[in-house]
């Protein structure tokens, strides 16, 4: 068993420019009693050792590498990395994105301040960055607090179900506990494998909420490269899939979660189809009344005569 209290997990691939980013931050986090496992899903070798060396004087024994000859994809990635950590608090950290420096200080002592084990995870508001990388350097076009806040103290498990609410892999620390309740990786899935995962963590217990923007979550437009998010990696809409896939099992007589699932999703899904609807008829009645009074100002001289 590890002395470290938090497994920090750190999948990448052929990114050494926001690997070094990410190990600045977690070198500058208040708290640091934390082991970093670093998966390199079928990266070049010596690239990531050489990034890897740079800090070795910094971790020592504090982080770990496993070198995939292969990819793998993401899913098998963070199966692997859970499997290779045995700290009991775990944060799931894409290799793009950043934390401030107080984040696991605070996410920290509030899963140890409870003591019962109600809290089977917590989330955090979280940055959005907008930035571009450019002659070797990440250059921020944007940064933004108008997307991520949180508010309440716990997570609404309806409406993660449906989809209506997000928790972000690097804004949310859980207990390895609650894998037990959990289970594995999905390793089917290419992507959204976190979100699906995390909706079977809620099974363990609940997951709270710190208000404060403890974390950044980052984005790219696709320019064809490694450098690109997950988002562009294929060429359809995956969390449609995800949801698709979803529905199919519930109807082929999947588990209860499943079936719970799809009830949500589709619920959710015909408020947003009506809700469209409606903003469509709204917007046509608009566009009839100015209409219909463009006409009342055109007709309007004749009955002053």
């Not at 934390?34 to 740079?54: K, P, Q, S, W, Y």
């Not at 562009?232 to 809409?237: C, N, Q, S």
Request: hydrophobic share 40%; glycine share 6%.
């Amino acid at each position: 068993m590890s002395s470290h209290k938090v497994a920090v997990l750190l999948r990448t691939k052929n990114r050494p420019l926001f690997l070094r980013r990410a190990l600045e931050c977690l070198k500058r986090q208040s708290f640091q009693d934390f082991r970093i496992h670093i998966i390199n899903d079928g990266g070049d070798m010596n690239t990531l050792r050489d990034c890897v060396a740079e800090q070795s004087a910094t971790w020592g024994e504090r982080l770990s590498c496993v070198d995939l000859p292969r990819s793998v994809g993401r899913s098998k990635a963070l199966a692997l990395a859970l499997a290779v950590s045995d700290e009991p608090y775990i944060l799931i950290h894409d290799d793009d994105d950043t934390l401030e420096p107080a984040f696991l200080a605070e996410t920290v002592a509030y899963l140890e301040r409870d003591k019962a084990g109600f809290f089977a995870g917590v989330t955090t508001s979280n940055y959005d960055v907008y930035e571009h990388v450019e002659d070797g350097r990440i250059i921020t076009d944007r940064k933004t607090d108008q997307y991520g806040l949180k508010s309440g103290d716990v997570v609404d498990y309806s409406l993660y179900l449906s989809h209506a609410y997000v928790v972000m892999p690097i804004t949310f620390l859980f207990r390895r506990s609650a894998l037990a309740v959990a289970g594995d990786v999905e390793t089917r899935l290419d992507y959204v494998e976190d979100h699906d995962l995390f909706i079977r963590i809620m099974l363990a217990g609940e997951i709270g909420i710190i208000g404060d923007f403890l974390c950044s979550y980052h984005h790219r437009l696709a320019v064809g490269g490694a450098n690109d998010t997950s988002w562009h990696e294929v060429p359809y809409d995956y969390s449609i899939t995800y949801k698709n896939s979803v529905i199919r099992k519930a109807i082929q007589g999947g588990d209860h979660l499943r079936q719970l699932q799809a009830t949500f999703i589709q619920s959710n899904h015909l408020e947003r189809h009506y809700m469209m609807q409606l903003q469509q008829q709204m917007a046509q009645l608009q566009e009839g009344f100015v209409s219909l009074s463009n006409m009342m100002m055109e007709l309007l001289p004749h009955f002053k005569r």
